[in-house]
């Protein structure tokens, strides 16, 4: 059973960092893509930045510059560093994996930048 879980958030004041925790079980990150993505208040579900498993990346406009999507195989895990915070990137931060026809959902971690 695939199971994916975040961990990471917490409040930081604009400027700052966090980064963000992605750990898997019941998968091997080495053969599958992986996507982190965020919910904001009202908001839809953004993608906010993926890698293939041939590791590259790539990220929303709003985000390049300032989020790093990178990978553990060792820990089987991926990680967002996420530097140079907004109020806008307040959000539940979720990451995904599709495998075998669907898509897995971890259950998100809050993230809370103030002005």
């Known amino acids: 059973q695939v199971q994916l879980v975040e961990s990471g958030g917490g409040s930081v004041q604009a400027g700052g960092s966090l980064r963000l925790s992605c750990a898997a079980s019941?998968?091997?990150?080495?053969?599958?893509?992986m996507d982190w993505y965020r919910r904001g208040p009202g908001n839809q579900r953004e993608l906010v930045a993926g890698i293939t498993r041939e590791g590259s990346t790539n990220y929303t406009d709003s985000v390049k510059g300032r989020f790093s999507i990178s990978r553990d195989w060792r820990n089987n895990a991926v990680y967002l560093q996420m530097n140079s915070l907004r109020p806008e990137d307040s959000a539940v931060y979720y990451c995904?994996?599709?495998?075998?026809?669907?898509?897995?959902w971890g259950r998100g971690t809050q993230v809370t930048v103030s002005s």
């Open positions: 995904a994996v599709p495998y075998r026809g669907r898509t897995y």
């Open positions: 019941g998968i091997n990150f080495k053969v599958h893509p």
